[in-house]
């Protein structure tokens, strides 16, 4: 790197590091981790582009003080991001499964029926609010990629290809559209104006409405060495003191909460109106006491992460080396855009990974965002035979595993970069 970019990354940092908490807007001075630079993850090259310049920006996660928000400041537009993307969540059958369970248990849970409207943010393909239709509970998706957006509707998914906040929420609302239930999966950390955000979903909300929202818990990611789910695109990462912060902020209140294994351990947090008659469940005060003994309200806490990332970099670029070493034939599964923080954190190019697969076919023929690795079809493994496959969306491990098992006829082993590198070994599992 020269030495003029050397001082603009300099100057960046500089600037992230007294920029304001996007929450509560005070002075940021306290570090998580610093990934170095990184490209944004969700950029796949077609082959044309490989001899083009890419934009890296800074991965430094700072952590906010007063309200304990973990966040990267906004190098990228949520419309570059977002206006064509390149995930699916129908892609991942355990998603779908986990989506279908939500719709049965809150349309159960709420008495939603024909009465009811159920709206999702940033709903994406339509795997959610597509079970809600044979309930016969009324839905509207809220997308702002289009390409996403088609396929949603050509499932029968009413969906707005639009940006959701207070703009939206007012000419939704002027149309006569109130919503019983808000559904936001993974969205709330892909919000740069998160005050905008929240007070989009209250003006939104009916009165004694819900809404829910479920994303990555910070206290898992840093216990469970989580490094790579940070990227430009998830501008924030949130605990519940956080969330129970941010919701009174806004005039809503947070009445429950669940953990869920999902992306390496996320919650669903339910919010309804300050005013509303919906008490308060038990759940809330025990994970919020559980928090602050973890010392999520101690910036300590937070300093310590960096040399776990440290860690985890070193051991998969050792075992690499070593497989390497061996003359060892090494792939990768999948092309997430954890996979891609993972890749460039650890500088791991086509030198350690011959190729990588993915479901998406959108993906096939394209190459990862900064290392340039070639991204195949799922039939490829069966071509090459690799001895390893590095699992890139670990937290879907059990479910390639289950799909792969047969890679075990030429004794491929299957290996797991997080937390800590392990090796699964498919013919030791009972089928």
């Known amino acids: 790197m020269n030495i003029q970019a050397v001082e603009i990354v300099r100057e960046a940092k500089a600037a992230h590091a007294f920029a304001g908490c996007r929450l509560c807007g005070s002075r940021l001075r306290h570090t998580l981790v610093d990934l170095g630079m990184s490209p944004p993850c969700e950029n796949f090259l077609r082959a044309d582009q490989l001899d083009q310049m890419e934009a890296y920006y800074p991965l430094n996660v700072l952590v906010c003080d007063t309200c304990y928000l973990v966040q990267l400041k906004e190098y990228m537009s949520p419309e570059s991001i977002f206006s064509e993307y ?64 088609r396929a949603a509707i050509e499932k029968g998914v009413p969906t707005r290809v639009d940006f959701f906040g207070v703009r939206l929420a007012r000419q939704m609302v002027a149309e006569g559209l109130r919503a019983d239930l808000i559904t936001g999966n993974n969205v709330l950390a892909q919000v740069p104006d998160l005050n905008d955000f929240v007070a989009g979903m209250k003006i939104l909300l009916k009165p004694e409405g819900v809404v829910t929202l479920e994303f990555p818990h910070i206290e898992r990611l840093m216990a469970e060495n989580q490094f790579d789910t940070i990227y430009h695109e998830h501008f924030s990462y949130f605990s519940l003191l956080t969330i129970n912060l941010m919701a009174a902020r806004h005039g809503l209140r947070l009445i429950d909460v669940e953990e869920l294994p999902t992306h390496g351990g996320s919650l669903r947090v339910y919010l309804t109106h300050e005013n509303s008659s919906r008490p308060v469940g038990e759940r809330v005060g025990r994970l919020l006491d559980l928090e602050k003994r973890h010392g999520l309200t101690d910036m300590a806490t937070y300093a310590s992460f960096g040399h776990k990332a440290q860690r985890a970099k070193h051991d998969l670029l050792a075992f690499l080396i070593a497989a390497k070493n061996e003359g060892k034939k090494v792939c990768g599964y999948g092309a997430p855009g954890k996979g891609n923080t993972l890749l460039n954190y650890c500088a791991i190019g086509t030198d350690f990974l011959d190729f990588t697969v993915d479901r998406n076919p959108y993906k096939h023929g394209r190459f990862t965002p900064g290392m340039h690795i070639p991204i195949r079809p799922v039939e490829a493994i069966d071509h090459a035979k690799p001895d390893y496959i590095l699992i890139l969306p670990w937290n879907l491990k059990a479910e390639i595993v289950e799909q792969m098992h047969h890679v075990s006829a030429w004794n491929a082993k299957f290996v797991v970069p997080i937390p800590f590198v392990t090796v699964i070994d498919p013919s030791e599992l009972p089928r």
């Open 86 to 149: 390149a995930y699916f969540s129908s892609y991942s059958a355990s998603w779908v499964a986990h989506a279908k369970a939500y719709c049965e248990a809150m349309a159960k849970r709420l008495d939603l029926g024909g009465h009811s409207l159920a709206v999702e943010l940033a709903s994406n393909d339509g795997y959610l609010l597509q079970h809600f239709l044979p309930l016969g509970v009324p839905v509207l998706g809220v997308e702002p990629a289009a390409n996403v957006a």
